[in-house]
C-alpha cells in the first residue's frame, strides 16, 4: 500500500489549545491536501498545498510541506469544540484527474 | 452549488442481491470517483472517470461496477456481494486539471447480510 501514514492517531486537547498532526508519505506528488471527516460522514477539504509551496495558511489552519522529507504537518489554531473530527492528509500523485491516496488519519477530540 | 448528493443514505442486501448507488453533482466537473472506507480506516480510492470515461480501475472485484451515464451523474452498481464489503462508500467530484481539491458527498452506509 502507498498510504501515508499519520500521527498522533489519536489527540484530545481542550478548547483554546492549538492541535498539531503530521503525515509522512512515500512517493512524489504534485499536492498534499488534508480532508477533516465528522464521524461517519463525508470529507470535507481543508487546504491544498502544491509541490513547490512549504507553508499556506487558511484562516485557523497552517500547513507545511517538507518535500525533501516527505512530511506535512497541519496546525489548528485556537481550537472549538465544533473541530472534534478525524483528519487526513491525502497525496495526489499526478495525471490529469486527482488520484488521492489517504494517509491513516488523527482522530482529534476537543473538550470544553 | 458545491454539493455532491448521494443516495440511498443507506442500504442493507443480501448477498444475492441486486442494488445500485447512486451520486449527482452540479457543479460542472468532469472528473467523478468511487471511493470505499472501512470503519476507523482512510478512504480507498475505487474508481476514477474522466469525461465520463473509466480512467482508474484499483484492481475491483468485478461484483462491483461502475457507470458514468453523463456528466453529472455516477452510479454504482453491486451484485453478489459479501459481508466484507460493507462499508461507507463515498462519490466524489472534481475538475479535470492538477492541483484541485474534490468534493465529497455524505457517503452510502451499505451493509452486506
Known amino acids: 500500500s502507498q498510504q501515508g501514514e499519520e500521527d498522533p492517531q489519536a489527540l484530545s486537547i481542550q478548547e483554546g489549545e492549538n492541535a498539531t498532526m503530521n503525515c509522512s508519505y512515500k512517493t512524489s506528488i504534485n499536492n498534499l491536501q488534508w480532508y477533516r471527516q465528522n464521524s461517519g460522514r463525508g470529507l470535507v477539504h481543508l487546504i491544498l498545498?502544491?509541490?513547490?509551496?512549504r507553508e499556506k495558511h487558511s484562516g485557523r489552519l497552517r500547513v507545511t510541506l517538507d518535500t525533501s522529507k516527505k512530511s506535512s504537518s497541519l496546525l489548528i489554531t485556537a481550537s472549538r469544540a465544533a473541530d472534534t473530527a478525524s483528519y487526513f492528509c491525502a497525496t495526489d500523485g499526478g495525471g490529469t484527474a486527482s488520484k488521492l491516496t489517504f494517509g491513516t488519519g488523527t482522530r482529534l477530540q476537543v473538550t470544553l | 452549488d458545491t454539493e455532491v448528493t448521494q443516495t440511498p443514505k443507506h442500504l442493507v442486501m443480501g448477498m444475492t442481491n441486486k442494488k445500485s448507488l447512486k451520486c449527482e453533482q452540479h457543479m460542472g466537473h468532469r472528473a467523478m470517483y468511487w471511493y470505499k472506507q472501512k470503519a476507523k480506516k482512510p478512504p480507498e480510492l475505487m474508481f476514477v472517470?474522466?469525461?465520463?470515461?473509466?480512467?482508474i480501475n484499483e484492481s475491483v472485484p468485478s461484483r462491483f461496477s461502475p457507470e458514468c451515464p453523463n456528466s453529472s451523474l455516477l452510479n454504482l452498481h453491486l451484485h453478489a456481494l459479501q459481508p466484507e464489503d460493507s462499508a461507507l462508500y463515498l462519490c466524489?467530484?472534481?475538475?479535470?486539471?492538477?492541483?484541485?481539491?474534490?468534493?465529497f458527498g455524505p457517503g452510502t452506509r451499505l451493509t452486506v447480510t
Open positions: 498545498i502544491r509541490s513547490n509551496e
Open positions: 466524489a467530484s472534481s475538475q479535470v486539471a492538477v492541483n484541485y481539491e474534490q468534493y
Open positions: 472517470y474522466s469525461y465520463e470515461k473509466l480512467s
